[in-house]
Structure formats: structure tokens, C-alpha cells
């Protein structure tokens, strides 16, 4: 009698285990969107992806150089304004995590911008005065400087990277490919390969934030889960 109980008490597990693989396959349902508060994220995904992309071509040697004025304008009002207007969003949505994340990343761009536009300026000032050395554009201590900035936003991307672990694999690719893709670019002040490897990087990190944005939309308007998005928990 009691081996019966435990036949039936395992088939009963069976049964169950079944139905939730059974659940967790079908098609997911669309996540009602709350009356007056969107989801903003897809909007600073693609912000960051697009204008990372676009900046990524030239630093791959995909695209010519002086594309970078096309560049700092799309850095300025897509992946700059636009960004942080995101962030501004997620903290009154109360997500610490991805407002901070998006308002600081936005002026990352904001700051790209307006590096590009002084230093050229600069530049160009200088070379209407024969003899004048220019005072951050050309000199090598730039190159350590540059160096310094970089490494501090890699690390500053690693600490973002770590609470991804309780996340989805999504944000983790994302995170984790960006925090290689500033340590490069440090690098790249001293080597062009360096560079073009970071042009890659960066390239993958961009489509990586591109494929989540419509990933969450997809799963909003549609119900479909896409690949990535699924919760895990690795620490």
C-alpha cells in the first residue's frame, strides 16, 4: 500500500512538471501597457544602440572619418537628449537602476558632443595662427588623459553589469560587451588595431541594445518573448 502512495505521489509530480513546461512554452500574453505611464526603456535602448552603432561604423573602418559630424549630432539629440529624457522617465517609474543607467549614458553623449565640438573648434583656431600650439588638442598627454576616462566608464559599465546577473540575458550581453567595448577604446589611444577591435565590439553592444528594445516592444504589443529576455538569477 505505501509503495502504491509513492507510485502515485511521483506520477502526480510527473503530471505537474509536465503542465508547467507545457505553460512555459505557449505563447506569452501581451503586458497591458498602465493608463498614462509607457515603458520607456525600449526608447533609451534605442537611443544608446542607434548612436553607439553610428559611431561604431567609423571606429570599424566601415565608414570614412568626417562622418563623425553626422555623428555628434545624432550623439547630441538622439543618444544624448533622448537618452536621458529616458532616464528622467525610469526614475519616476521608480527604476533606480535603469534611470540612472540611461540619464548617465545620455550624457555620456551629451559630453562626446561637446569634447568634439571644442576640440575642432580649438583645432581650427589653432591652424589660422602659425606658431600657436593648441591647449588639449595634439598633445600626447591627452592620450593618458583620454586613457584614464575610458578605463573609469569600463568600470563605472562593470558595476552596471553585475545586478544584469538578476536580470535577463539580454541586458547582460549588453552591459557586459560595453564594459569591453570602453576598455578597448582605451586602449585604441595608443593602438589602431586596438581601435578597429573596439569599432566590433561596440558594433555587437549597439545591435545588442537595438535587439532589446524591440525585443520589449515585440513582447508588449505582441506577447512574443523573444530569445534574451527571460529572468534569470546567477548570483
Known sequence: MAQHDRDVHSLDEKRLRMAEEGLHSSPAAP???????????PLGLLCFGM???MLMFIDAGWSEDPAIIAVMCYACF?????????????????NTFAGTAFFSYGAFWMAFFTNN??????AAAVASMPGATPAFFGSSHFHVGATLIYCLWGLFTFCFFVPTLRKNGCLMTIFGSLTITFFLLAGAQWSKRVGTAAGYVGLFCGASAI???????????????????????FI
Open 211 to 233: 535587439y532589446t528594445a524591440f525585443a520589449e516592444i515585440w513582447h508588449e504589443n505582441l506577447g512574443i518573448l523573444a530569445p534574451g529576455l527571460r529572468p534569470v538569477r
Open 117 to 122: 565640438v571644442l576640440t575642432r573648434n580649438a
Open 51 to 53: 548612436t553607439t552603432v
Open 31 to 41: 503586458v497591458p501597457a498602465r493608463a498614462g505611464l509607457a515603458n520607456p526603456a
Open 78 to 94: 538622439y543618444g544624448g537628449f533622448g537618452q536621458m529624457v529616458a532616464g528622467v522617465f525610469e526614475l519616476i517609474k521608480g
